[in-house]
């Protein structure tokens, strides 16, 4: 079957760097993507990966890994508003996606 | 330009009675998509359509019909509404091509009692 797999939840603090892993088993790739969504809200698209390599925009990056199934999104000089949860996506060889169940990001000051 | 927008935002139905959730998107987009959201799952694909008068079964379809109006609207009804179909309903619409992400709805709770 197809599986992806990220934390359940994370804890950090106010002004440092996280890193949120998402490893996935799927018949075929297409495409890697990573949203944000804060609690009660819609999910918003944050950065998509097809090649392998680091993504950069602004304090977020991603990073694919193709051989290894695995991707991060990597959040600098947090700030509160980043509490939220954060979805991995993947796009099977079908053009399906398959999204992970989230990682909830707590930020303590 | 308002996105997508999806009604009504909140509603609780008694099993057996029927609804129907609308969703519109001003983006001149292709694809649309239903999802529901339950806790500790992740987004699971109910029906889609890849264009006007097209529609498909996603990964949990029973339960759930659709119909793509036109090119902005795509509805999705349940016709007996049972207690396992609580959950919130997102709608999503994207452009053709496995690169671009999708823009979602803000959401409808449904509770079903």
């Known amino acids: 079957g197809q599986n992806i797999d990220q934390p359940t939840e994370m804890t950090a603090t106010e002004g440092a760097i996280v890193q949120i892993n998402c490893t996935y088993q799927t018949s075929g790739f297409n495409g890697l993507f990573w949203y944000q969504q804060h609690a009660g809200e819609a999910p918003t698209f944050l950065s998509y990966n097809v090649l392998d390599g680091l993504e950069e925009k602004g304090r977020f990056s991603s990073f694919l890994s193709r051989s290894k199934g695995y991707s991060y999104l990597l959040l600098k000089e947090l700030q509160m508003k980043d509490s939220a949860s954060y979805l991995c996506?993947?796009?099977?060889?079908?053009?399906?996606?398959?999204w992970g169940a989230g990682t909830k990001l707590i930020i303590k000051p | 330009n308002a996105g997508v927008t999806q009604t009504p935002k909140f509603r609780v139905l008694k099993t057996g009675q029927s609804m129907t959730l609308l969703c519109a998107q001003d983006?001149?987009?292709?694809?649309m998509y239903w999802y529901r959201q339950d806790p500790g799952m992740g987004l699971r694909l109910i029906h889609y359509?890849?264009?006007?008068?097209?529609?498909a079964k996603g990964e949990v379809p029973d339960g759930y019909n659709v119909s793509r109006l036109n090119k902005r609207e795509f509805s999705l009804r349940l016709e007996s509404a049972a207690p396992s179909q609580t959950s919130v309903y997102f709608c999503?619409?994207?452009?053709?091509?496995?690169?671009?992400?999708?823009?979602f709805g803000p959401g409808t709770r449904l509770t079903v009692t």
């Open positions: 999503a619409s994207s452009y053709q091509g496995s690169s671009y992400e999708q823009y």
């Open positions: 359509s890849v264009g006007e008068g097209t529609t």
């Open positions: 996506a993947v796009r099977d060889g079908n053009y399906q996606l398959i």
């Open positions: 983006m001149n987009h292709e694809y």
